[in-house]
Structures are given as C-alpha cells and as structure tokens.
C-alpha cells in the first residue's frame, strides 16, 4: 500500500497528475472537497454535523473531516493506497490523518508537493478562469490570496513530513507528462523499497 499526500497551490496541476497516478498505480484518490460534497449532498451524519457548523459561519472541527477521510479509506479495503489531496493542511490534521492511517497498519509515504511560480499559476487559473464559470478563477487578486493563504497553511505540513524524510519537492512547470515522470520517479522509489 502507498499512501500519498499531494501538495500544489491553485492551479498547479494536482488535478491532472491525480488521474495519472490513479491510472498507473491503482490508489484512490480522496479530495476533501469532494469528501463534503459528498456527505452533504447525502446528508449522512458528518455531513450533516458539518453543514451545521457551515451555517453558523464557523470552520468544520476536523473530527468531523477526519471522520469522512476515515469513512472513504473504510470504504476502499483492497485499495493499494491513497492520494490524499487539500489535507492535511495544518500540523494537528497531519497528526490526525498519521494516527488514522496507524489505526490501520498504514502510514503516509510521501508528501509530494508541486511546486509552481506564482507568475505562472497567475497565468494557469486566468487561463482555467476561460472556461471554468468560476468568478475567483478571473481574479487576479483572489488567485494570488488563494496562492498565498496555500503557501502560509501548507509551509509547516511540508516541514512536518521532511522531518520524518518524507517530503518531495516536485518541479511543477513543463509538459504533462514531464512533471509525471518526475512524480513517478519518486513514487517508483517508495514502491521498490
């Protein structure tokens, strides 16, 4: 089993890589914003929990998203791993995902972090913006607020995993399949050890 986090600002491909990565090594990918919709939109007991805590304005605790990760990893036994993406995104959800994933025998083995200039993820999200029908994707002051409240949340995760050797920084700039030859390089490297 691998178990990946998958880091990367606004814009900076995590998207495109994921499908690549699901496609070739068989992990399943778990999107926390994709984990609220789901369990909103069905309205199961966490989602529910966090809708409530939505409408009074307030942040989701991360028991309740640390429930919903625990629910999809439950839901995948025979997963051979999995791509953990937009969480952890600060230290004591990085702690709690460990502890889930030790509850299981499992743990994180990497965290792989595309790394992007701001120019030209500025220029990726206008691009995106073209066809996206999303209103912050054309704005360029929301994109580089997006881009830096990334960088101030995701700075102490990175530092968090490169304290237990486990962080890899990835050159996030070139052709598709350059930046997954890169990726594949080091999840190649995890799985022969």
Request: aromatic share 6%; hydrophobic share 35%.
């Amino acid at each position: 089993m691998t178990n990946l986090i998958l880091f990367g600002p606004p814009g900076s491909g995590k998207g495109t890589q994921a499908a690549k990565m699901i496609e070739k090594y068989g992990l399943v990918h778990i999107s926390t914003g994709d984990l609220f919709r789901y369990e909103m939109g069905n309205n199961t007991p966490l989602g529910l929990e966090a809708k409530s805590y939505m409408a009074k304005g307030e942040l989701v605790p991360d028991s309740v998203t640390i429930g919903m990760l625990r629910n999809k990893v439950d839901a995948h036994p025979d997963a051979g791993g999995f791509i953990f993406d937009g969480f952890p995104r600060t230290i004591p959800q990085a702690e709690a995902l460990d502890a889930l994933l030790d509850d299981k025998g499992s743990s994180i083995h990497a965290l792989i972090a595309l790394q992007c200039d701001d120019e030209e993820i500025v220029q990726r999200i206008k691009k995106r913006g073209e066809t996206s029908g999303r209103p912050d994707d054309n704005d360029e002051h929301i994109i580089r607020t997006r881009i830096q409240v990334y960088k101030n949340e995701t700075t102490p995760v990175f530092d968090f995993y490169d304290a237990q050797g486990k962080s890899h920084s990835i050159v996030g700039i070139g052709e598709i399949e350059e930046i997954f030859g890169r990726i594949s390089a080091v999840v190649d490297q995890l799985q022969a050890k």
